[in-house]
């Protein structure tokens, strides 16, 4: 029973990160300038919340990882995938933080071992079943400084709408990525 209602859970994700990606189209261009790197689909992160987001503020440990790849760069050909991990123990922390949006800092490790320190400005949005956060920003340093940024995640909304509404927890979201790095 367990291993169906994950199943049947998983192809949800994917429907509405499908639907989602159909409905917003594909990231643009963070610029008019020259795309370092894109990064697209099955690009992924999976946010865990320790213990679950409920309705009630609480101190919270986010687990963030991301997996960028495959990823095309015609600056640096040899960059063809990345990852990023964060872990904050974050006080106060409930559902209604996942609407939010603010400043966020991340660094990727490319598969060449160099990184690159992102600062960037996060918006969240629900877009039909979609939960779309957008990281707008530049590369503050390493491979790529100076260039600017667009990350979008898509997850599904029917992760957090319940949560919201005081109707159950939050102990993970599974969303899709795409990234574009673009020189001015």
Not at 14 to 37: E, I, K, N, Q, R
Not at 83 to 91: A, Y
Not at 108 to 118: F, M
Request: glycine share 10%; aromatic share 4%.
């Amino acid at each position: 029973m367990a291993k169906s209602l994950r199943t049947a859970a998983a192809m949800l994700m994917t429907t509405v990160c499908t639907v989602a990606l159909l409905v917003l189209g594909p990231a643009g261009t963070a610029s008019a300038g020259v795309l370092d790197v894109t990064c697209t689909p099955p690009s992924s992160e999976n946010a865990t919340f320790t213990p679950p987001l409920t309705m009630t503020p609480q101190t919270v440990t986010v687990v963030s990882t991301v997996q960028y790849g495959p990823c095309v760069s015609l600056s640096h050909p040899a960059v063809t995938s990345g990852s990023s991990t964060r872990t904050n123990v974050v006080p106060g922390r409930s559902c209604l933080d996942l609407l939010a949006g603010g400043p966020s800092t991340f660094t990727i490790t490319w598969n060449t071992g160099q990184t690159s320190t992102i600062s960037a400005n996060r918006t969240t949005t629900i877009v039909g079943a979609a939960l779309v956060v957008t990281h707008t920003g530049t590369v503050t340093s390493g491979l790529f400084t100076g260039s600017t940024v667009l990350q979008t995640t898509t997850g599904p909304a029917t992760a957090v709408l319940p949560c919201t509404a005081g109707l159950g927890t939050v102990a993970g979201i599974y969303s899709l990525v795409t990234l574009e790095i673009t020189s001015l």
